[in-house]
C-alpha cells in the first residue's frame, strides 16, 4: 500500500493524538507532529511531508502565518487547515493564503479517513 | 427554584434519600437502551455499524436518529418502529423508584404534578433571565452550544438549571477553561468544572481513559473550549457578528477575564454534577 506521509501541526496534544489514532493501520503515516508552528516549520523543511494538517489557531505563530511560512520553503507544499472555526472568512483566507483545503473540527475516524483519502486524489 | 431534573427535586424535597436515587439511575442504565442499542437487539444494525454510529454522534451535529437513516440500515418505517418501542420500554426515575420501592405510584404522581408546575415557571424564568442579560444573542449561543457539546463528551444528560450575571469567581474546587474572542466585539466564554466532570469530557472527547488532574484533560478540555468557540464564532457569523478566536487556556485562579465587564453565569447540571458556563461581554 502507497504510504502518505503526513505531518500534523496542533497546540493540543488531544488532536494529535486523535489524529494518530484515526490513521493507525491506514496508508497514512505520521512522520512528524508539532505543536508550535515555528517548529512546524522547520520540522517541514527536514521531513518534506506529502500532506500537512495545520491547526489555525495556535499561541506565537498562528496558522495562517505557519502556511506562509511553509510555502515559501515549498510553494507546491500540500497543506490543509484543520481548524474548529468555520468561518466564512476564516476559510476564505486560508484558500486564499494557499491551503488546499479545510476541514473544520471536530470530525469521527470515518469522515477524517474519507477525507484524507478524497485528499490523496488531487495531492 | 431553576430548572432540574426530576429526581434532583425529589431529593430537594426530602422525598427520597441519595441511595434512593442512585438506586433508580441504576435501575435506568439496566433498562434503558439508546436507539442504536435497541437496533441492535431488534437485529437492525450490526454492532460494528453501532459503534461507527455512536462515535459519530459523540463528534457531530447530528441526531441519533439521523444518524441512523444516514448509515443506510434503517428505513423510515424501522426507525418509527424503534421509537415506538423505546418509548414503550423507557424506564422513567419515577417508574424505576417505584420499582425499588422507595415511593409509590401515587406519590410519584403527586409529586410529578408539582415538578411539572415548577419546570414551566423555571422555564419561563430562564427565558427572561436570557432576555435580561447584558448580551442575549451572544449569551444563548455560548450556553447552547456548551450544553450541546458536553452532552456528546460525556454521553449523559445535561441540563441548563439557572441564568444569572456575578463578578466572575471562580467557585473552588473547579478549574476554569477559556477562550477569549475578538473582533466585532470582545467575548471570552469559559467552562468552569470539577476534575470529575473534567476527567469525563476529556475521555469522551478523545476516546481512551485519562488520568483526573492530568496535562491530558487540561488540553483536551481546553480544545473542546476551542470547538465550543470556533462554532459560536460561525453561527454568530451568520447574525453579522464576525469574531475570531484566541487560543484557548486554563487556570485554577480567580482570573477575570481582561476588563470584561459583565459575566454571564450558567449553572449546568452535567449527570449528578454541577458546572458553570460562564460568558464575560
Given at each position: 500500500m502507497a504510504r502518505w506521509r503526513v505531518m500534523t501541526v496542533d497546540d493540543s496534544a488531544a488532536i494529535l493524538t486523535i489524529i494518530a489514532a484515526y490513521l493507525?493501520?491506514?496508508?497514512?503515516?505520521?512522520?512528524a507532529a508539532e505543536r508550535d508552528g515555528i517548529m512546524a516549520v522547520e520540522r517541514f523543511a527536514q521531513e518534506?511531508?506529502?500532506?500537512v494538517l495545520l491547526d489555525?489557531?495556535?499561541?506565537?505563530?498562528?496558522g495562517v502565518e505557519t502556511l506562509g511560512r511553509i510555502l515559501a520553503i515549498d510553494p507546491d507544499a500540500f497543506v490543509v487547515i484543520v481548524s474548529s472555526l468555520g468561518t466564512e472568512d476564516a476559510v476564505h483566507e486560508c484558500l486564499t493564503s494557499g491551503a488546499r483545503s479545510f476541514l473544520q473540527k471536530p470530525f469521527t475516524r470515518d469522515d477524517f479517513i474519507d477525507f484524507m483519502r478524497d485528499l490523496t486524489q488531487v495531492a | 427554584m431553576g430548572s432540574m431534573f426530576f429526581g434532583q427535586y425529589l431529593l430537594s424535597k426530602g422525598a427520597i434519600n441519595r441511595e434512593a436515587l442512585i438506586d433508580a439511575i441504576e435501575r435506568q442504565r439496566n433498562t434503558n437502551l439508546s436507539l442504536v442499542e435497541l437496533a441492535v437487539r431488534e437485529g437492525c444494525l450490526e454492532p460494528q455499524r453501532a459503534d461507527a454510529i455512536l462515535t459519530r454522534y459523540r463528534t457531530s451535529d447530528a441526531g441519533l436518529e439521523e444518524l441512523c437513516l444516514e448509515y443506510g440500515e434503517i428505513d423510515h418505517e424501522k426507525l418509527n418502529e424503534l421509537c415506538r418501542i423505546q418509548r414503550s420500554d423507557w424506564l422513567r426515575i419515577g417508574a424505576a423508584l417505584v420499582a425499588g420501592e422507595h415511593l409509590t405510584r401515587d406519590q410519584v404522581e403527586e409529586h410529578l404534578a408539582a415538578f411539572h408546575e415548577l419546570q414551566r415557571e423555571a422555564d419561563q424564568q430562564l427565558e427572561a433571565d436570557f432576555r435580561a442579560c447584558s448580551d442575549p444573542e451572544t449569551a444563548r449561543t455560548f450556553v447552547e452550544l456548551s450544553i450541546f457539546h458536553l452532552k456528546r463528551f460525556t454521553n449523559g444528560p445535561v441540563k441548563l438549571q439557572a441564568l444569572t450575571e456575578d463578578g466572575g469567581g471562580l467557585s473552588s474546587g473547579r478549574r476554569r477553561y477559556a477562550q477569549k474572542l475578538v473582533g466585532d466585539r470582545e467575548i471570552c466564554c469559559a467552562l468552569d468544572l470539577p476534575s470529575q466532570v473534567a476527567t469525563v469530557v476529556a475521555q469522551g472527547f478523545i476516546g481512551i481513559p485519562v488520568e483526573d488532574d492530568s496535562e491530558v484533560v487540561i488540553d483536551a478540555v481546553c480544545e473542546c473550549v476551542n470547538i465550543i468557540g470556533g462554532h459560536a464564532c460561525t453561527r454568530l457569523e451568520a447574525n453579522g457578528v464576525r469574531l475570531r478566536p484566541e487560543p484557548p487556556f486554563s487556570t485554577?485562579?480567580?482570573?477575570?477575564?481582561?476588563?470584561?465587564a459583565s459575566s454571564i453565569r450558567a449553572c449546568v447540571m452535567a449527570g449528578e454534577h454541577e458546572l458553570d458556563v460562564r460568558v464575560f461581554v
Open positions: 493507525e493501520d491506514s496508508e497514512f503515516e505520521v512522520v518534506r511531508p506529502d500532506i489555525l489557531i495556535m499561541p506565537g505563530q498562528s | 485554577e485562579s480567580d482570573e477575570r477575564a481582561g476588563d470584561l
